[in-house]
């Protein structure tokens, strides 16, 4: 079935751990985001990859990297998780990175809280 | 000042009325614009695109765009039930270094028996 996968569902991460969150898509999209959302910011935009080896900042990327090693896979790395982002994480992907249209697509998303 | 603002609502509207769900962006740099369906604990799923001026219809579905007043609308027809959800409007901006959605915060509609 194409779309996104995105693993785990939830986590519960004591701070100052590292976690990596996994996106996987199989729809060949050149494009690939990672949003949070938190209740009344809506989503904000964290790491980018217009292409496969790619990767650009958002509106609120510190405290996370991102790598892009192929096209399916875009992870999400905490270094060392702190309170404040706790909140749920979203993949999403779009045929296009950059000079076009741009229909995005989420997967279900991963439910992180850092205690 | 929020690029993309909705009414977080809820709108409650009665089942088999239209639901009007509005949007307003403050960036005249927005060229295309979605709107997507968010359910409680779920992911958000794209239901309407829109890229010019004019109404575009799906379905139960009428999103609307005025690029002159910044206005973006989806009209939902036959509200049933199990249209409640968020609704997300999304704004998209191109020419930078990658094509960049503004997200509102969202309306809750809520759709009665």
């Known amino acids: 079935i194409a779309g996104i996968t995105q693993a785990p569902t939830s986590q519960i991460l004591a701070a100052g751990r590292r976690m990596t969150l996994r996106c996987t898509q199989d729809?060949?999209?050149?494009?690939m985001y990672w949003y949070r959302q938190d209740l009344g910011l809506g989503l904000r935009l964290i790491h980018y990859?217009?292409?496969?080896?790619?990767?650009g900042k958002g509106e609120v990327p510190d405290g996370y990297s991102v790598s892009r090693a192929n096209t399916d896979d875009f992870p999400l790395t905490l270094a060392s998780a702190v309170p404040s982002q706790t909140s749920v994480y979203f993949c999403?992907?779009?045929?296009?990175?950059?000079?076009?249209?741009?229909?995005?697509?989420f997967g279900p998303g991963t439910r992180l809280t850092v205690l | 000042q929020k690029e993309v603002e909705q009414n977080s609502g809820p709108l409650s509207v009665p089942e088999g009325a239209i639901a009007s769900l509005n949007c307003t962006y403050s960036d005249r740099g927005s060229q295309s614009f979605f709107w997507y369906r968010q359910y409680s604990g779920k992911s958000p799923e794209l239901i309407m695109s829109i890229y010019s001026n004019g109404d575009k219809e799906d379905g139960r579905f009428t999103a609307q765009l005025n690029k002159a007043s910044q206005y973006v609308s989806l009209l939902i027809r036959d509200s049933q039930p199990s249209d409640s959800a968020t609704y997300l409007c999304?704004?998209?901006?191109?020419?930078?270094?990658?094509?960049?959605?503004?997200f509102g915060t969202g309306t809750l509609l809520a759709v009665q028996p």
């Open positions: 999403a992907s779009s045929d296009r990175g950059a000079g076009g249209y741009n229909e995005q697509f």
């Open positions: 990859s217009n292409t496969a080896g790619t990767t």
């Open positions: 999304a704004g998209a901006i191109y020419g930078g270094a990658t094509n960049k959605l503004i």
């Open positions: 729809m060949r999209h050149n494009a």
